[in-house]
């Protein structure tokens, strides 16, 4: 539920994340590093990837770093330190709160990714018509993640989920179909969970050339799905202290 | 006004976690003033100001906020209520300024966050986690007044604060009190309910074991010291003239009580009995019945029943 409340819970959380320097480093210097390694080195694939494919990747990482990662610590520590509770007896609904950080981590991923884009035009990357869907999949890969990042948020003490929320980002940066890919079972198993759904979507939504859409439309699917299981999932055993 | 538009009503309220804990057929209706809730650790006083601010739903019985569901009315009743809650440290990245400007925002008439941060004496623009434990329980105490609520909960709002912070936090609180704020306050500082309550509720294992009005307690004159622990105050009442009465506060301090005043003899008789049962009495002073001294004196009955059982 979007209302101004939510609006000014999320502008809140926003505000007070750029001031947090591990935010910074997650949502801008991390993608941007690996922009700038996959377009400028071989390091990775064994030689520079094309800025499109890069650029999708890069994005992917903004968001899964915005929308799971840093939400899940954030929020943890927030519920250590009573502030949710605290936020319990003010005018502000649990839902407004709920939807306030998800809108903070919205903003976020897309100042991410407009640093991003800006690099990758810098660098040459001339955008298509497709481009235009980024905001919409941002928003949706967004969703797919943060009911796991609430789920883990509030069943699991702080400190776990500072280890956890960076493992499982780490993990996914590795398996998760996006930076290197899988085929066979293995790589369609991974197509069915949100990291390489979103890739997937990006690389439609960035690639100039014409491709299939059913692809694009299975992978949001996907997406959707883990939405739907995530936030139900995040409502039934969200603990607020 | 009736009991159903009062503006802190519990009826029967339970919430149990086990045999001894939680609250248990708690019933409670404050209108006016400041209202101290005193009680043992684990006596439910926590669990009691959650229930009243909507944090925690009760297993039965009913609360109500000047007529408002905590839960079921929430938008409303959080118009008008403002609490501050134990070990909580809210947003510790943040600063106090922006933080209470925040809340502001979301009240349709708040305070003025500047004149609070003034008021509480907190340092604007100081990150909360890098505040005194005393500043950041001010903090909370300004973040319970921003909305300008007619209904008020604090729970150990003075924990952590020197004296002079005390008599100041006292001093604006009584003012809220004065302007039509209705307050309960959690506390175990008998400093806190004299300077600040026209009542006190004592619960006991979560239930209402004592309440009290200054108006009701008398002005009978008293003496209270301390000596060795459990003495038999049955012996010394038979020194005592008859107009006296005599109680022990806790397990070292005493009170005698008369209605004909506390002379020097009555002195002399309390210090020659404690020489006899091989200790001095001290800290003796002598003034008049006070809320804080009834609460006590409730909380040690209750003990010695519960010790007697």
């Known amino acids: 539920m979007i209302n101004s409340n939510a609006l000014r819970q999320g502008a809140w959380e926003f505000k007070l994340s750029l001031k947090n320097g591990e935010q910074f480093l997650l949502l801008v210097i991390i993608p941007v590093a690996v922009f700038l390694t996959l377009t400028q080195t071989a390091v990775i694939g064994g030689g520079k990837w094309d800025i499109a494919e890069a650029l999708s990747v890069s994005i992917t990482v903004s968001v899964l770093a915005a929308g799971f990662t840093s939400l899940a610590i954030a929020t943890a520590f927030e519920r250590r330190s009573g502030t949710l509770v605290t936020m319990g007896v003010t005018p502000i609904s649990r839902v407004e709160l709920v939807t306030g950080k998800t809108l903070s981590t919205v903003y976020l991923a897309a100042i991410s990714a407009l640093i991003l884009g800006v690099v990758a035009l810098v660098l040459g990357w001339r955008p298509t018509l497709s481009a235009t869907l980024i905001p919409l999949i941002l928003i949706l890969g967004i969703a797919s993640v943060t009911g796991f990042a609430f789920l883990l948020a509030g069943t699991v003490r702080a400190e776990a989920v500072l280890a956890l929320a960076n493992g499982i980002f780490v993990f996914a940066m590795i398996f998760g179909g996006i930076v290197f890919q899988y085929s066979g079972i293995l790589g369609t198993v991974i197509e069915l969970f949100p990291p390489a759904a979103l890739s997937n979507c990006m690389s439609h939504a960035l690639d100039s050339t014409p491709q299939d859409s059913l692809p694009l439309l299975v992978s949001i699917g996907v997406l959707l799905a883990w939405s739907v299981a995530g936030t139900l999932a995040s409502a039934k055993f969200f603990k607020w202290r | ?309």
């Open chain 2, 1 to 309: 006004m009736s009991r159903e538009s009062s503006a802190i009503l519990a009826e029967s309220l339970t919430l149990s976690y086990g045999p001894q804990r939680g609250i248990f057929d708690f019933s409670i209706c404050v209108d006016q003033g400041i209202t101290a809730l005193a009680g043992n650790n684990g006596a439910g006083k926590t669990t009691l100001l959650e229930c009243l601010s909507g944090l925690r739903s009760p297993q039965s019985g009913v609360v109500r906020i000047y007529g408002g569901d905590p839960q079921r009315d929430r938008r409303q009743v959080t118009q008008i209520l403002g609490a501050s809650l134990q070990d909580v440290t809210p947003y510790p990245t943040a600063k106090p300024r922006d933080l209470l400007k925040f809340l502001a925002s979301l009240y349709p008439h708040p305070t003025a966050p500047d004149s609070l941060l003034d008021q509480f004496s907190i340092p604007p623009t100081t990150v909360i986690k890098t505040l005194s434990a005393g500043q950041v329980q001010r903090l909370k105490c300004a973040m319970a007044l921003i909305g300008n609520p007619k209904v008020v909960l604090l729970d150990e709002p003075t924990a952590g604060l020197d004296p002079g912070a005390r008599s100041d936090l006292y001093s604006i609180l009584r003012g809220s009190a004065e302007g039509g704020v209705v307050m309960i306050v959690a506390t175990h500082l008998t400093e806190d309910i004299d300077a600040l309550a026209d009542r006190a509720i004592v619960l006991a294992h979560g239930q209402l074991a004592a309440d009290i009005w200054k108006t009701d307690i008398g002005t009978a004159e008293q003496l209270e010291f301390r000596a060795r622990r459990d003495l038999p105050l049955d012996q010394l009442l038979n020194a005592l003239p008859s107009a006296c009465s005599a109680v022990s506060l806790s397990h070292d301090r005493y009170l005698v009580q008369s209605s004909d005043g506390i002379d020097s003899s009555i002195v002399a008789t309390v210090a020659s009995w404690c020489a006899q049962h091989g200790t001095e009495a001290t800290e003796i002073s002598i003034g008049r019945n006070t809320l804080s001294q009834e609460v006590l004196r409730n909380l040690n009955l209750m003990n010695q029943e519960i010790a007697h059982d």
